[in-house]
């Protein structure tokens, strides 16, 4: 089975109101989950999807309220890309001027029409035309299949040596070298959401400093718990990498590991999906919790700001 590519990304943002805002109402995305941060409860952790929340369409977040910016450099996740139509990148354009979204003129990468844009937290993000069939994102998204976002195109990791993260990709997430541009190294898992992940080798520069605007962590998809362990050996044997324990984060299952370049991966598992604890037509609305906080839900809720 083809469980490959990108499951999610998560990042750090600012106020969760304004987040909220961006990407469900000026980009259309389905809030699929409204949770909070398993390792830091008092903090939301935000899940934005397609209909489904389907893994390779999943772009999640850790607002606070008070964050400092982060920085772009090496050992981080220097831009995440969205698939639109081809034919909608003037209309995303448009759209962007007239949101007052911060943006750059389009230009071409490995070919294809690239639109450089900034979330409210100068999260660096792309929306890269393609000619896949239209599908309507999120039906009460506000935009039409015609323009709508179909899931991550992938991202592009900013790395001193490119090599050791190659071999990662290629030997443990079946994703294949398919071409150079520049600095800009292309691999591709063939996985129709979320399939690319493009390495740029920039040796001496800048660290990456975490903070709002910044990617946390890269999730890479396996179809279950067999095919993580699988894995996590392999990593292990071919490469001296050492997981985290598998951590259970209700939607799926979660190993996290740094890769050789500096960007902290997690391998997780496809299943249970978001339908686990609502119903399809409700994601998205109620806080949930895992059962493990439930008794503290009063105490957590006064935490958390007021968003919807
Ligand atoms: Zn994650």
Known sequence: MSANGIHHVTAIAGPARRNLDFYTRVLGLRLV???????D??????YYGDEFGRPGTILTFFPWEHVAPGRIGVGETS???????LSSIGWWTHRFVAEGVAHEAPTKVFGETVLPFRDPDGMHLALIGVTDPPRLAWPEGGISAEHAILGFHGVTLMLRDVAPTGAI???IFGFAEIG???SLLRFDSGAAQGGIVQLRGVGDF???????GSVHHVAFRAADDAAQAGMV????????????????????RSVYFREPGGVLF???????GFSVDEAPDALGRALKLPLGLEPRRAQIKAALPEIA
């Not at 050996?233 to 799926?252: C, I, M, N, P, W």
């Open 33 to 39: 989950k409204k949770t909070v941060n398993f390792d």
């Open 41 to 46: 409860p008092e903090t939301y952790h935000l």
């Open 79 to 85: 831009e995440t890309a969205f698939k639109v139509p």
């Open 169 to 171: 990709l290629s030997d």
């Open 180 to 182: 150079r541009e520049g």
């Open 206 to 212: 800048l660290q990456g400093r975490p903070g709002g």
């Open 233 to 252: 050996e392999r990593l292990a044997a071919g490469h001296g990498v050492v997981t985290t324990e598998q951590k259970d984060r209700s939607y799926f």
């Open 266 to 272: 997690e391998i997780a598992t496809d299943i249970p």
